[in-house]
């Protein structure tokens, strides 16, 4: 009977391990563009969110389980992933917690060392859960190194565009030539954003406005709000431009003295426990004379 139970145990957690490649292979593979989804994202109603990057797979049977784990909609739209691609690195995640107790239980097994039947399943549970909170934690990490970087790249913009406004250009060619000054990913959004504008024949500092709430760094609304009073009231805004460069700037770098310092507060434990050790070394062969 205990034999039983540790093949049957066995062949699931091979079974779970083989599905896992399965998925890992299928999402690897290159998919073919599907033209109706693109259509839908350029023709969409206003009021309702685009997503900034197609999936590369039809995801849609995971849409149930996504909306039930409510996914971080704003990290996840930041780095450019869907709900879906989240849910399936859980699932992921997930399924390698459950099969790596198992593998090494039957590695076990075939050398002879036997477990009790307990041990591997709270251990699959146990892990599990693990990898999924980890999996969790890594979209949070990306998305807040994402958006320092975007924090970043956004005082830059204002720069620009009061650059732009300077050299005597409009309101929408001034956003649109300061976001093709500069590359990376920061700014690939940004002129995607204003694209949609121009495709959609909206106002740039709507899609602007729009694309900061959907992933929620407000500085890059503070741009369109100012450009908008330049674009329907006519206001000379190049002050306004640099002033809010100047205190996002400012912003900025009191965050990074605030990181810097709650590192440094983190080492002062590991030096604390060295001062301990160094102690009891000291201490050692006069406790040990007693």
């Known amino acids: 009977m205990i034999l039983n139970w540790y093949l049957t145990f066995g062949v699931l957690g091979g079974a779970a391990v083989g599905f896992g490649l399965f998925l890992l292979v299928r999402e690897a593979l290159p998919a073919t563009p599907a033209l109706g989804p693109a259509l839908r994202r350029l023709h969409q109603p206003a009021g309702l969110s685009r997503p900034t990057r197609a999936s ?14 409510r996914p971080p909609h704003r990290q996840l739209a930041l780095i450019g992933q869907s709900p879906e691609q989240y849910t399936l690195s859980l699932l992921l995640s997930g399924l390698v917690g459950l099969a790596t107790p198992a593998v090494s239980t039957a590695i076990l097994f075939v050398a002879g060392i036997r477990l009790p039947f307990v041990v591997p399943t709270v251990g699959a549970l146990g892990f599990a859960l693990l990898c999924v909170l980890l999996a969790h934690r890594s979209v949070l990490v990306k998305a807040e190194r994402a958006r320092r970087e975007f924090r970043q790249a956004v005082c830059a913009y204002l720069d620009l565009v009061a650059l732009q406004l300077s050299a005597a250009h409009g309101p929408v060619q001034a956003l649109e030539r300061a976001a093709e000054v500069c590359d990376g990913w920061v700014f690939e959004r940004i002129r995607e954003a204003l694209r949609l504008a121009q495709l959609q024949m909206h106002s740039p500092w709507d899609e602007l406005r729009e694309l900061a709430e959907k992933i929620g760094i407000p500085e890059l609304g503070d741009v369109g709000a100012i450009m908008q009073s330049s674009g329907t009231e006519g206001a000379q805004v190049h002050d306004s431009l640099r002033g809010r460069a100047d205190s996002l700037r400012d912003q900025i770098r009191t965050d990074n003295l605030a990181r810097a310092e709650a590192v440094t507060s983190r080492l002062d434990v590991p030096g604390a426990l060295l001062v301990f050790v160094l102690v009891g070394f000291v201490l050692y062969p006069f406790v040990a004379r007693i």
């Open 56 to 69: 590369r797979r039809d995801l849609e049977w995971l849409a149930g389980a996504a909306r039930w784990l």
